[in-house]
């Protein structure tokens, strides 16, 4: 009945703002499309459907943008073995954590969110309850860094600054995915872990597969777990490497990867934002 008559509610809507601009209109839409709090639901593989609750303009983004621009991280994930385990390192509300956590097949933990900005790891946990995946997913509200210590989160204006689904979240770090300055609007303290120390003091679950989208600080993330992730039981790593592959930044991480055992495999098509990293069998 509630979900009836919220498509009642928005389509009411649409008719009055009819003679608003398009910008305004969206406008409209979307602040009462979030006060009606509208669960979103997606289809997956295997007759699957996963939903996102408590959603903003931003967390409706996430779940557009990466159904639009990461297509290669969904068949990454359905080509994962049932008994994988994923590390969603970068989580923020949970698209592709659920995603994996639906498909795989092993009992207990499956999958492992790390998701350091505050209302993202809200709506993170809401979305795995609502799904009943807490005995498959766990999430930690910390970030992953070169070494451990605590620190802030510069989150950019832009990209949602506090709003649940905010994106370019940089820990200790004012330098986004393309080489360019965040434009902080709130900075939120936090934690940060090296991947070698977390695994040492926690003993948490151990990654076969590891998804990484941090918008900026993964060559430090990647120095801080040169133990772990060199270890044979990581098969394959899946990194959001923007903008030209050639550039300063990526061609570090494709020295990093190199140094850890992995090989580089090509993008499915050149506007695909992430590389495929595997390591030889």
Partial sequence: MKKLLVRIILAFVK??????????????????????DVELSVPIPNGITISFYNNTEFTFRIVRDCQIF???????????PPDGLLWDIGSNVGFFTLYAASLLSG???????????????????????GNAMTDHVVAFCIALAETTRIGRLNMDAAAGGTLAGS???GFESEIGPLDQAINTQFRQGSVGFSIDDFVEMFQPPLPTHIK?????????ILRGGKRTLSENFVRSM???LEGDLNSDRNRELFGLMAELGFVPRPRLSPELRNVVFERPV
């Fill in 212 to 220: 990484m989208d941090v918008d900026g600080i993964e060559a430090a």
């Fill in 15 to 36: 008719v009055l703002t009819m003679n608003l601009t398009t910008e305004r209109r969206k406008k409209v839409f979307d602040r009462v499309r979030d006060n009606l």
């Fill in 107 to 129: 009992d207990g933990i499956r999958v492992v969110a790390f998701e350091p900005a505050a209302a993202n790891y809200g709506a993170l946990n809401r979305n795995i309850e």
């Fill in 167 to 169: 994106f370019v979240n």
């Fill in 238 to 240: 899946i990194i959001e």
């Fill in 70 to 80: 990461e297509p290669d991280t969904a068949v990454w994930i359905e080509r994962m």
